[in-house]
C-alpha cells in the first residue's frame, strides 16, 4: 500500500469502508465508526438500551454460531424481520424486549468494526443520535492531541464494490439521500427518523474484547442542549 494513503503524518484521519479503515488505523489512540443508515444508529438505540452489542461480518451461518457461543440473541435481515423480532432496523430495538446481548450483522459499519477490533486499541461506533457525545468523550478521555481515524463506512454496489453514501458525511437531510430514499421505498421511513435525531443520545458505544458497552457522558450533552 502506498504509504501517502495510510494518512500516518495526521492526527485526524479519514477514509471510506473497510480497505480504507485498515489504511488509515494504524497507530490511532481511537477509530470512530459511521454507518448512520443503519448499523451506527441502531447500535446507539441499544447502546441507549443497555445492551452489549457485538458486530459481525455479515449475517450467514456462521453469524447463527457466533451468536449461539456468545450466549447473544442474533438479529435478523430487516426485510424478514417478525413482530417480536431485532433486525437492524432501530424501531425493532425499542418495541422489542432489549437482550442483555445481540450480535448485529451488517454488511458495512458492523463488518467494519469487526475488523478493527484487533487492529485498535479503542473503537467507538458514531452516528447523528450520538456524534456530539462521542467528539466530547474522545477529547475528555483521550485528549484533544488524539490520533483519531474516522471512518464512513458507505454502501456496496450489487457486485460489493463500495458505494460512498452522503449519509455517512454527517449529512442532516437523510430523507433527501439515496440510502434514506432507499429505505423509505422498502417501507423503513421510521429508520430514516430515528437517524435523524441529531444529538439525542449521550451514550457512546466502546468496542471491549469485540462487545460495544455504551458509556454515558449525560453531564456534557445537557449542557449543549442548553446551549440552544
Known amino acids: 500500500m502506498n504509504p501517502e494513503h495510510r494518512q500516518l503524518d495526521y492526527g485526524l484521519r479519514f477514509d471510506w469502508g473497510l480497505r480504507g479503515a485498515e489504511a488509515i488505523a ?9 454507518d448512520v443508515l443503519s448499523f451506527t444508529t441502531t447500535l446507539s438505540v441499544a447502546a441507549d438500551a443497555g445492551i452489549d452489542v457485538l458486530p459481525f461480518s455479515w449475517n450467514d451461518e ?3 454460531d457466533y451468536a449461539r457461543d ?3 440473541v442474533l438479529a435478523v435481515r430487516r426485510s424478514v424481520a417478525r413482530e417480536g423480532q431485532i433486525s437492524l432496523s432501530p424501531k425493532t430495538i425499542r ?4 437482550p442483555s446481548r445481540l450480535v448485529l450483522p451488517s454488511p458495512n459499519g458492523s463488518t467494519i468494526a469487526f475488523a478493527l477490533a484487533s487492529e485498535v486499541a479503542v473503537c467507538v461506533g458514531a452516528s447523528l ?3 456530539y457525545a462521542v467528539a466530547d468523550w474522545i477529547v475528555h478521555e483521550h485528549g484533544p492531541g488524539s490520533r483519531v481515524a474516522i471512518v464512513a463506512s458507505g454502501e456496496k454496489w450489487p457486485g460489493g464494490e463500495l458505494r460512498p453514501a452522503v449519509a455517512d458525511s454527517y449529512e442532516d437531510r437523510l430523507r433527501d439521500c439515496a440510502s434514506g430514499r432507499e429505505l423509505i421505498a422498502m417501507g423503513f421511513p421510521h429508520d430514516v427518523a430515528i437517524a435523524s435525531e441529531l444529538d439525542d443520545s449521550d451514550t457512546v458505544p466502546v468496542l471491549e474484547d469485540r462487545v460495544f458497552r455504551g ?14
Request: hydrophobic residues 45%; proline residues 0%; glycine residues 6%.
Open 26 to 34: 494504524a497507530g490511532v489512540d481511537v477509530a470512530v465508526v459511521v
Open 62 to 64: 456462521s453469524a447463527v
Open 70 to 72: 456468545a450466549d447473544a
Open 95 to 98: 418495541e422489542t424486549e432489549a
Open 129 to 131: 443520535r450520538n456524534a
Open 215 to 228: 458509556q454515558r457522558t449525560g453531564r456534557r450533552l445537557n449542557k449543549l442542549r442548553a446551549q440552544r
